[in-house]
Antibody, heavy 125, light 108 residues
């Protein structure tokens, strides 16, 4: 059973950096597949933020419109990966999900089969 | 970026009926890289369908996906009360792409 769990502050001040960690159990993040961050503003739809692939390169991939503010990294020794989003505004208030992306099986990205329960992050002073 | 438009916005049906949810892409998906997710209130999305018509592990055969090009459909046969949720389509490929705005399915 693959389990993902997000953790981090639930409240971040405007202009500061949002930081979240996803702890994975039941599967090694370095064994294959992409590992992704997805967010959902209250009452709205889903938005992919970025992913990381650790099997060989460890390269992160970011949504172009967020690329200047996003950093995704991983610690294989603790089987965790992390999200940092800088210069946040109220528009970044959302539930943030981490997810496993099966897409590498077919040389694509975007087949999210396991998800964390989500972490609500509010941006407010 | 490919834009996905889902319709209708809300579908209200009785148990046992069939639901047909539409997802239209702003340009043709040459490889049918289209997925469907179910999201219940307070829960994370759940993968139902990938590659337009392949059911994910553990998904009952009441859920089926079809379509190609720009028009895709998720069909839920024999609706059950537990199917009450918002359903999102999602285009993917070289990058994880974008999600549609969702269709809410209500069970009367």
């Amino acid at each position: 059973q693959v389990l993902l769990q997000e953790s981090g502050p639930g409240l971040v001040k405007p202009s500061e950096t949002l930081s979240l960690t996803c702890s994975v159990s039941g599967y090694s993040i370095s064994s294959g597949y992409y590992w992704a961050w997805i967010r959902q503003p209250p009452g709205k739809g889903l938005e992919w933020i970025g992913s990381i692939y650790l099997y060989n390169s460890g390269n992160p991939y970011y949504k172009p419109s967020l690329k200047s503010r996003v950093t995704i990294s991983a610690d294989t020794s603790t089987n965790q990966f992390s999200l940092k989003l800088s210069s946040v505004t109220a528009a970044d208030t959302a539930t943030y999900y981490c997810a496993r992306d099966l897409g590498a099986r077919w040389l694509v990205q975007g087949v999210f089969d396991y998800w964390g329960q989500g972490a609500l992050v509010t941006v407010s002073s | 970026e490919i834009v996905l438009t889902q319709s209708p916005g809300t579908l209200s049906l009785s148990p046992g009926e069939s639901a047909s949810l539409s997802c239209r892409a702003s340009q043709s998906l040459t490889s049918n890289y289209l997925g469907w997710y179910q999201q219940k209130p307070g829960q994370a999305p759940r993968l139902l369908i990938y590659a337009a018509s392949s059911r994910a592990t553990g998904i009952p055969d009441r859920f089926s996906g079809s379509g190609s090009g720009t028009d895709f459909t998720l069909t839920i046969s024999g609706l059950e009360p537990v199917d009450s949720a918002v359903y999102y389509c999602h285009v993917y490929g070289n990058s994880p792409g974008s999600f549609g705005g969702g269709t809410k399915v209500e069970i009367k």
